[in-house]
Each structure stands twice: as C-alpha cells, then as structure tokens.
C-alpha cells in the first residue's frame, strides 16, 4: 500500500500529480480485478460444469434431454424426470406463493396502519433469512407428518374432481411433489413479496390519489391502477421467486421422496436436479458423475435464463421511473 | 479514521498471510479418513471412538454409501473405501487396489404397520421381489395373506422405501432377489443402485429406517442394527432351505459358516440366499478397499492398524449391535493378504 | 343492474380482497412462528454443555463441538476472501464502471450469481479445486475446509458487492466534488471518504453475506465433506453444523435428532441475530442519508 506522506518535503507537483495519476491506476486495476472475480465465479461455474457434463452432453444430447430412465445399473441416464420434478415442484411453489405474496404486498402498503408495517414487513422478510436446512428438518419431521394427516382428505374431495382429480390420487405419504412445492412457496414468499411491495411503494401517490378522488375502493386502485404501473417488475418479482425456487436443495431433498417417478399425481415422490445431485454426486463415477454435472450445467443455464428475464422486467420499472 | 483503516487492512492482509502460510508449512493432511457403506457405519463409528480414545489415531468414517465408498477410493480423496459390494478382480487390478472384509452383517425387510410387532411377519423372497416390482401393492394381498395366515394385515397400499444414493446393501438386496425371481433379474438386476420400480428413496441405511418410521405402511431393507436400534418392526425371512429363520446373530453366522473363503480370489464372495437349513437368506459381507501402492503410507499404515485393533478388539462391540465378527481363520487369511499384496 | 347493486359488488370485492390480504399476511407470519416455534422449542429442550464439549464421533453420546468450529472456522476463511474482494469490485462498479457497459454487465451477472443455486457453486469449487488439490499431492489434500469456505465465498460474494455497490451510490455527490476540487487523487477519495461515509452500509452487507453463507448445506456437501473428529487444519477434510444437523436429521435415531435439533437452533439464533442486526445498521444508515 503505498503511503502518501504529508510531511513538507520540497516536491515538485509535476512529480506529485504523476505519482497520485499511477497510484490511481493501480488501484483502478485492482477494483477491476476484483470486479472481473465476480465475472469469473459466474463464467467458471457455467464452463466448469458443462466441461463436467460434456460425456453426457455432447455424447447423448438430446435423448440425455428426453429419457425418463435413469439407470445406474446399465450407466445410462435422461434428465427428464429431475426436470419434471424441478418444473413441477417450483411451479406449485407459484402457484401458491405469488397469490398470498400479492396479499401481503398490497396488506403492506395499501391497509395495515403504518405502525404495522415495519414489524409485520421485517418478520415476512425473516422467512428469508431461515437456513434452508432448517425448512428441510420442519418439513421432514412436522410438516411431512401434517400433510400425510391431510393427504387422505385431500384425494377424498380434490381427488373425485374431474380432469384435475388426478393430481390429487394416491397414497398419503406426506412426502411428494405438492408438500415440497408447498414449502418452496414459503421459501419464496418473501423474495416475491417483498418486491412487489417495494414496486407498489414506487407507484406516485398523485396516480393513487387521483384513483381515489373518482371514488375508487383500495382494491381497484391496486388493480386498475397499481398493478398496470408495475406489471413488468412484478412478473420479475416472480421470476426472481422462481429462480429461487429452481435451485433449492436441502429443504427439498427431505420432503421430495427422492425417486426418478413421473406421475400424474402430486402426492407422489419424485426427484429434482438439486436433491439428485446432493444425494448421487459423492458416489458418482464416469457417466454418472457426468449427468449429475450435466444436470448442474442445466440447472444453471434456467435458472440463469429466469433471472435473466426477472432483471429485464424489473429494470423496465427502473427506467420508467427514470432511473 | 486513516489510521482505523490502515489497522483493517494490515490486519486483513496478516490474516491473509497466516492462512497462507498453514498452508504453506504443512502441506500434507493430518487425518485418516474413510468413506463408504452405511451398512457398517454403526460399528464402524463404535471402533473409531474406541480407537482414538485409546491411541489418539482419529479414523474419520463418513457414511456415504457403498457406491460413494468405491468412487471416492477411486479418486484417491480417502484413505480406505468401505463397500459391501466386492469388486471384481479387472477393476481392482487396473485402480492398483486390494480389498478384504471387515465385519459381516444381516439385512433385514423393514416394516411399519400398526398392529404387527417386530419379527411376526414372515416374507420369503418371491413376495419381496413381488412387492419391489409393484405388483403386490396392498398389504392384505393374497400371497402376504397366505404366509401370514394369523395376522391381521390392514387393506392399505404398502409404500415401498429403497436408497437414493448407490449402497451394498442395495446390491446384496437386488443380489438376492435376482436370484429368486427371474422377474426380477431381467427387469431391474443387481447393483448398488438400480432403477427402481416403484418407491421412495431414503439416504444410507439411516435415511430408509428415518422414512420407514415415519410412514406408515412402508416397506424397506436394512442392516438389522438400525431395525433393532431404532425398534423398527422386521421381517422373518423363508430361507433357502425352505425354514422360516429369524434375523439373530446365530442365523447370520450359519450363513457366513457355509462361505468358502478359502478358495475366494479377493475375498470375492456373496453369501446372499446361502444354502444353509439356519442360513438368514440375506447376510451380507463389508469390505474394506485400500490402494496396494497407497500414496500415503503413514495414514494406511494406521488404518491397518485400526482394522487389526478391530479384529482383535472390536468383537464384542460388533456383536452388541449384531454383526457377526469375522472368524479366526479368516483374519488370518486377511493377514496373510496384508503382507502378500499391500507394498509398503 | 342497478347503481346500487353495482356499488355493493365493488365493496363486497373490496371486503373480499382485503380480507384475503390479512389472510395471506396472517398465514405467511403463522409460518414463520410456526417453523421458529418448532426450532425453538425441540432445540431448547436439547441444549446440554455437552454439545460444545463434545465431538461427533461419539454420536448420540457425543456433541457438536467439531461441527461448530469446522462451521466458525470455514465462515471466517470464506469472509476473509469475499469481504475484501466483494468490497473492492462494488466499488468498482459504483465509482468507476458507474455508466460504463462492462460495469452494467458485471453489475447484472452479479446479480446472477446473487441467486444462483448453490449447489452449482459446489460443483464448480469441486471442478476447480478439489479435483485439481487431490491430483495435485496425490489424494493426501482433497476435500477440505479451504474448498468448502471458497465454495461459501462465492456465495458471499454477491452479496457484499451488491450492498457496496448501492450504498457507495447513496453518498452524495457533492461529497465527491468536494473531494476532487481540493486536489485529492480518486483513490484517496474512494477509499478514505468514500468508503468511510458509506461504512456502515457496507458492513450491513458483509453481516448479510455471513447470515447467508453461515446456513448453507449443499455448498459443503463435496468440498468440505465432513469430519467425526476435531480439525482446525483448513486442508483437513472438515465437519460443519449445517452439514452435521443434514447427516444428524437423516438419521432414525430420536437422540441423534435432538443434537440436530439443537444445532438447528443455535444456527437460526446466529443467521437471525445478524439479520436483525443489519437491518438495525441500516435502518440508521437510511436515517442519516433521507
């Protein structure tokens, strides 16, 4: 670290102002160094696994894409039903959290009185903050036990439904895809929730006001008005949500049932690219080792395309607001 | 603040610098570690404590499956494999291993159904490979029924439980029902991990007894110490020899009793379905897998160590969780592999 | 339909989506007692000495000492590496790349790795040094807490480049003028007023980046792998809490899942003290800047 001394030495200011002009460039270039780590961490971690992954990659292509039939005992492998469970389990994780994130945004900004705000905001928030092993031991050891008691219920009613009454057959395990996709959505109810609050407070009040004076209720300025204005970073929000959802691992892993099943109902057992690789990978030699890092690699390549999209739709917003 | 900063930094780079130079001064590893089979890990953690409470030796056994076991000593990242699927001369010949058994042990059909206590139930191999396959998928099924003519079997859907991660004792389960059920052969086979049918997948031993005890109506295999450990209902098993045997230290030695170790290249022998009249159908041997050459010699020198204190030492600690100590003979045979096959 | 009827649809919309919003906010927060409630109280309930004296070799007549210092030791190595560099690249990307394209694509790509699935960094920490390490020395060094503290690293990265970034653009420009016009080099500027304005912002985010990465499993799963035995060696293969309470919860035994929940607790006790604590940092720092 180069010392700039203030004693009164007789310096030329020619000198002084070379010396200041090549200390800034060192330390330019190690801020951009640094910067460019970041770069790196991200790049490495695409080529490295899809180094990893070429074998099964480069070698199978697409039917690596397409097979459900993931056998070690003939070392042939196909992603479709990680994928499946990948898909499936976020997609309830949605379904379910972007609705009661939406309750809690527009609880947040538009009805609870403003002492409520901050504590009740701070404690959603807080769902963030909790380890996901920590969702996984509560999944496991409560809320497995729970949903197998409602499991029964559930087939009984939902399950006598018409075309979506298969969703909901089968044996009450308490494990499966719907109860770790119930536990993804209050895994990303915060992340949903919380920018869909932020973007709803971005709303100018005199849009809101106006709203109002034409004798709107606090629903339809959210709907009407709200929601248009902020359309684009909302869905972002989600897919923020989603990203999240995609490329959870240990809460999964405990609640799933780890079997390479595609079914039709969401009660049963399956499997997602993340527990997989956490259960197989330390065990893993030649092909085996390559589809799991193949499935890593595209595990990184959706979700990278996901968050892509969340950070497009939120910069909209941004740039609206001239940002 | 000039002065704070200054002190941050200083403090971060001799931070930087002490982390580096541990590096530096000692670049080779202090532990000995193991990784592989489940089956064996409760014994296995038993005699490591015991080890280092009475050598200071710390023997690092991580339960991560047979097949992980394999891999890893593959890669050369552990000291020794454990895995309770031997391998094959070729494989052990191109990697420069050698392999020889440490304990061996019983697996058990695992249940939890309210109502049937632990060892009632009698299940012989074509039903188990039956309900593996998804065809028998309710408890009250005829062929349960028919071995089972006393109990009382609920009219419930039975939820199959196997391993998720690649395990021994998985290949001495798939081993042992490929060789009752041509069905089973043809469709699934034998390996430490298969394609599974139907079921759920629990992680090591620990993992199939945790969903086992948790979900009712379940079906699984495991090692009998978790069973028993754990007070999970077990199965009696039709043997070879047309006997309803139960699962006790006794029937596991009548069927180690009827291996041929002797004429067994590597130790290359699975017991499962042995001929026995006593014979517990799926009793199933752990190897240890070590490098011939190892890379390093002192940490090997100690796990021999610590597998000859086991032998010597560690029986009566296999036998309180139900293994069967590995005969006389046969250590000597072991021994006698040391010092013909492992350079050191 | 009538004006009237019209009017009492809207409100009884109204009604409904207002109640539907308490519901959803009420369930989300039930979750949240409901999950620490269960953590609390079956972690409280196994809460010995023994855990911090113990090892895990002893299992369920052992603790989780080895376990909580592999854990400290591994946080404290990953944030030796992240914070200095997480904070040199955020001020990067504030004061230097502010405009420019290649910050707008860090700036984006960070943002990325902010929620990119970690166990995808494991691998990636395997790929680069693990695998590397072990063909290097011959199998004696291969997993080990250094390669599981890089691999929490990469998670805490993000995070503290994020948080510099922003709150190096709260200080005031004015700040940076006035700086400038008395003939300070940039550096200088950055780094003694800059920096030392926006302290407290930054160290907000180097507490979120060690609540983040102090809870992380999968990250640890190949590269740290885990240890029955104490070591504070970095190359040594290294037990964690996170990691021990995965192996610990997996397991039938009623003993092992007290110790696990107990380690449970004392890990959301940790990453909660230090949220809570950034946002009391920050909601100062927001204080001194509106």
């Known amino acids: ?323 | ?344 | 339909m009538s004006a009237n009827s019209i009017y009492a649809r809207r409100r009884i919309t109204n009604v409904l989506a207002m109640l539907f919003s308490g519901c959803a906010t009420a369930l989300g927060l039930l979750f949240l007692v409901w999950i620490l409630w269960v953590t609390a109280s079956n972690g409280l309930h196994s809460i010995h000495l023994s855990l911090f004296t113990k090892i895990t070799a002893y299992a369920d007549q052992g603790g989780l000492s080895n376990a909580i210092v592999g854990s400290l030791l591994m946080d404290l190595m990953a944030m030796l590496m992240c914070v200095p560099i997480g904070v040199l690249a955020g001020t990067y990307l504030a004061e230097y790349a502010n405009i420019s394209k290649l910050g707008a694509s860090i700036r984006f790509l960070n943002d990325i790795l902010l929620s990119a699935p970690s166990i995808v960094l494991g691998l990636f920490v395997y790929v680069i040094i693990v695998l590397p390490m072990s063909n290097l020395t011959h199998g004696s060094i291969s997993f080990s807490g250094f390669a599981g503290s890089v691999a929490l690293a990469l998670i805490g990265l993000p995070v503290i480049v994020r948080t510099t970034d922003e709150m190096l653009q709260l200080v005031p420009g004015t700040l940076r003028e006035a700086a400038l016009s008395l003939g300070v080099p940039q550096w200088k500027l950055t780094v003694q007023v800059l920096m030392r304005a926006a302290s407290s912002g930054i160290l907000t985010g180097v507490l979120l980046a060690l609540a983040r990465l102090a809870g992380e499993t999968a990250p640890l799963l190949f590269t740290a792998f885990g240890n029955n035995f104490m070591t504070v060696h970095p190359l040594d293969k290294m037990a964690s809490l996170p990691a021990a309470i995965y192996q610990y919860t997996n397991d039938p035994s009623p003993a092992l899942h007290s110790i696990a929940w107990a380690g449970a607790l004392l890990i959301t006790l940790f990453v909660l003290a230090l949220s809570l604590l950034s946002r009391l940092l920050f909601s100062r720092k927001k204080v001194r800047y509106e």
């Open chain 1, 1 to 323: 670290m180069p010392v700039i001394s203030a004693e009164p030495i007789a310096r030329d200011n020619e000198q002084r102002s070379r010396e200041d002009a090549r200390h800034d460039r060192i330390f330019r270039r190690v801020l951009k160094f640094c910067a460019l780590l970041v770069l790196a961490a991200l790049l490495g971690a695409a080529l490295s696994t899809l180094w990893g992954g070429r074998e099964v990659l480069f070698g199978d292509g697409l039917r690596f894409l397409l097979s459900d039939s993931w056998n070690p005992v003939d070392d042939k492998y196909g992603a479709l039903a990680p994928i499946f469970g990948t898909l499936v389990t976020s997609l309830i994780a949605l379904v379910l959290a972007v609705p009661v994130s939406f309750g809690i945004a527009l609880f947040l900004t538009e009805i609870a009185p403003a002492w409520m705000r901050g504590p009740v905001g701070a404690a959603i928030e807080l769902l963030a903050g909790i380890p996901s092993i920590i969702y996984g031991m509560w999944g496991l050891f409560v809320f497995v036990p729970f949903m197998s008691s409602i499991e029964p219920a559930l087939s009984n009613t939902l399950g006598n439904i018409p075309l979506i009454g298969k969703l909901f057959q089968g044996p009450p395990l308490g494990l499966g895809l719907l109860t770790a996709g119930i536990v993804l959505a209050v895994m990303i109810l915060p992340f949903i929730s919380s920018v869909m609050r932020e973007v709803f407070q971005t709303v100018p009040t005199r849009l809101k006001e106006s709203s109002y004076a034409l004798g709107s209720t606090t629903w339809e300025v959210l709907w009407d008005i709200v929601l248009p204005y902020t359309r684009s970073a909302v869905i972002g929000g989600i897919f923020l949500g989603l990203g999240r959802a995609l490329g959870e691992t240990m809460a999964v892993t405990f609640v799933l049932g780890n079997s390479y099943n595609i079914t039709s109902s969401l009660l049963m057992p399956g499997t997602t690219i993340s527990s997989s690789i956490a259960n197989e990978f330390n065990e893993a030699v030649g092909m085996h080792r390559s589809a799991l890092i193949a499935l890593g690699f595209l595990l990184f390549v959706v979700t990278f395309v996901v968050l892509l999209i969340a950070r497009l739709m939120l910069r909209q917003l941004a740039k609206r607001e001239g940002k």
């Open chain 2, 1 to 344: 603040m000039l002065t704070s900063h200054k002190s941050s930094i200083r403090f971060a780079v001799a931070a930087a610098f002490a982390v580096a130079s541990t590096f530096a001064m000692s670049a080779q590893a202090t532990d000995i570690t193991g990784a592989g089979s489940s089956f064996v890990y409760p014994v296995v953690s038993k005699w490591s404590a015991a080890y280092a409470q009475k050598t200071g030796n710390q023997i690092n056994y991580q339960s991560i499956g047979s097949g992980g076991g394999i891999a890893q000593i593959k890669a050369g990242t552990v000291d020794f494999g454990a895995s309770d699927m031997p391998l094959d001369e070729a494989t052990l010949d191109k990697f420069g291993l050698g392999q020889f058994p440490d304990v061996i042990g019983g697996i058990v059909p695992a249940f939890n159904i309210d109502g049937v206590a632990p060892g009632k139930m009698v299940l012989d191999g074509t039903t188990l490979a039956d309900i593996y396959l998804g065809k028998i998928t309710k408890w009250n099924d005829p062929a349960i029924v028919k071995l089972n003519p006393k109990l009382k079997l609920p009219a419930a859907a039975i939820t199959v439980v196997h391993r998720s991660d690649g395990s021994g004792t998985t290949f001495n389960f798939s081993d042992y029902l490929s060789k009752i059920s041509p069905e089973w052969k043809a469709k699934v086979g034998e390996g430490t991990a298969v394609q599974w049918p139907v079921g759920i997948g629990g992680k090591g031993n620990e993992g199939v007894s945790a969903y086992i005890k948790q979900i009712k109506n379940s079906i699984g295999y495991v090692e009998y110490a978790y069973a028993y450990q754990n007070h999970i209902g077990y199965a009696v098993m039709k043997n070879a020899a047309g006997n309803v045997v139960e699962p006790t230290i006794a029937n596991f030695q009548a069927a180690a009793d009827t291996a041929d170790w002797k004429d067994s290249k590597n130790f290359n022998l699975v017991m499962t379905n042995a001929p026995g009249a006593k014979a517990w159908p799926i009793t199933a041997t752990s190897w240890v897998i070590m490098y011939k050459q190892p890379k390093n010699v002192a940490n090997a020198k100690v796990a021999f160590d610590f597998f000859k204190w086991a032998y010597e030492h560690g029986q009566d600690q296999a036998r309180s969780l139900y293994y069967v100590p590995l005969p006389p003979s046969l250590v000597q045979q072991i021994e006698t592999y040391w010092k013909n096959e492992y350079k050191m």
